[in-house]
């Protein structure tokens, strides 16, 4: 039976879409448009590029955010795509400056870096009375934008690990690798309680944090890999997946939304800690996923758009599925948030993808870009770019009242948040400096 609950998620969830989908036009745009340009400037371009794709996305996800539910307007914006692809083909003069490839993975670049990007504006603009209160992360069930966001950044860092290139990373050298975002989240905890900064206990619990999720997820993920070949991951998380519904459903899950005292470490980080089954279940899902699109990329078989559209349905039906059903919760990190997470992925990777393999047909004839300046230097530095935004918001927060700025004042300050993290990794990507993990 249809609840009203689940027709209001619906509602949600579309309009979630709706405001995602629009990113994937920024860059199209961004990528067209300083093809026109003949300078060569960095700096040029990168302004231009701020004003093309990361301005749009804050306007979309803060002041202009009620705009984005009506359909037309993703009509409108998609037949002003198509337009101007149609304009450039007919009417751009053909020059002789070809691209420089960077990868044969430029759509890996942006579905990563809108990610990143999103994800980051986010975690600043949650704190200012312009950014939507129905986007903000939900206490138990339901579709928001920063309950999406985590769950994409797994994504983001599962499609690249380098096991979906055939590698094999040992348990040591993976917890080796992880030390950095243990020492991370560890710092992150004592700096929040020396300062008091305000942390709600139902994300992660009282010491938990994302960091730490990460870092078990990805220690986790090379375990299982070490027991069983990333050939037959699939069906064993698929099992894993299944097994931690079912222990959600018969008590796990009244526990976790339980209000009874947190009395010891187990019960202060059981958010943390429970969900961390569902992230894993998210990494793995994603990772085999993209080793299996490389293989068929590699074999030049002409399946890949079959492939996406089957991991697209496939996700979008169980999704309609748990919520009707069953739930979907960011702070379960159940199989409905899972399923949920990796549609929005999916069909982004998709859309770039499908771009990528457009443009490339075009790159021999016209100056075109695959990736913009800004997405290469987010995706050379993800990690540091997440490090930067977050050390910043809690500046910001820590330094002024957010709910008392006034709303042109609170954009402003958005808007340079963004401009200074996008900055930091632009220099570090012209140094060619890069923290690994």
């Given at each position: ?25 920024y860059v199209v745009i961004s990528t067209i448009v300083p093809s026109y340009i003949k300078c ?205 519904e079912v222990l959600l459903q018969m008590s796990l899950k009244n526990w976790i939304f339980s ?179």
């Amino acid at each position: 039976m249809i609840t009203t609950k689940v027709i209001k998620d619906g509602k949600i969830a579309v309009e979630l879409f709706l405001l995602v989908l629009p990113s994937f036009i920024y860059v199209v745009i961004s990528t067209i448009v300083p093809s026109y340009i003949k300078c060569r400037n960095k700096m040029y371009i990168y302004i231009i590029e701020y004003l093309l794709l990361v301005f749009p996305i804050i306007l979309k996800i803060t002041v202009l955010s009620n705009f984005g539910v009506n359909i037309s307007y993703a009509v409108c914006i998609s037949l002003f795509e198509i337009i101007i692809l149609i304009i450039i083909k007919i009417s751009l003069p053909e020059t002789k400056t070809t691209l420089t490839k960077l990868s044969n993975n430029h759509f890996i670049t942006n579905v990563r870096s809108t990610i990143n990007l999103i994800s980051i504006i986010a975690i600043l603009a949650v704190d200012f009375k312009i950014f939507p209160t129905r986007f903000s992360k939900t206490s138990e069930t339901g579709f928001s934008l920063m309950d999406v966001g985590v769950g994409l950044y797994v994504f983001s860092n599962a499609i690249v690990a380098p096991e979906t290139k055939g590698k094999k990373s040992s348990v040591k050298q993976s917890f080796k690798n992880s030390m950095l975002l243990i020492l991370i989240g560890i710092l992150r905890m004592i700096l929040t309680k020396a300062t008091n900064y305000n942390v709600s206990e139902l994300e992660y619990g009282v010491h938990w944090n994302f960091f730490i999720t990460l870092a078990v997820t990805k220690i986790c993920t090379a375990y299982i890999l070490s027991i069983f070949d990333i050939d037959n991951i699939l069906v064993n998380t698929i099992v894993l997946n299944f097994f931690y519904e079912v222990l959600l459903q018969m008590s796990l899950k009244n526990w976790i939304f339980s209000k009874a005292k947190r009395t010891n470490i187990i019960s202060a980080n059981k958010e943390g800690i429970v969900s961390s089954i569902g992230y894993i279940c998210l990494y793995l899902y994603s990772l085999y996923f993209s080793y299996k699109l490389n293989k068929i990329k590699n074999s030049k078989s002409k399946n890949s758009n079959i492939y996406f559209l089957t991991w697209i349905s496939i996700s979008l039906g169980f999704t309609t599925f748990c919520a009707i059903h069953l739930e979907v919760s960011r702070r379960l990190a159940n199989s409905g948030y899972v399923a949920w997470v990796l549609f929005i992925a999916i069909f982004m990777t998709w859309l770039f993808y499908c771009w990528d393999i457009f443009i490339t047909g075009f790159s021999k004839k016209y100056n075109f870009k695959h990736c913009p300046y800004v997405y290469e230097a987010i995706n050379y530095n993800g990690l540091l770019f997440f490090i930067v935004g977050n050390f910043l918001t809690g500046l910001i927060n820590l330094s002024i009242s957010t709910v008392l700025i006034s709303s042109i004042n609170s954009l402003l300050i958005i808007l340079t948040y963004m401009f200074i993290n996008c900055s930091v990794v632009l220099v570090l990507y012209h140094m060619e400096f890069k923290l690994k993990f």
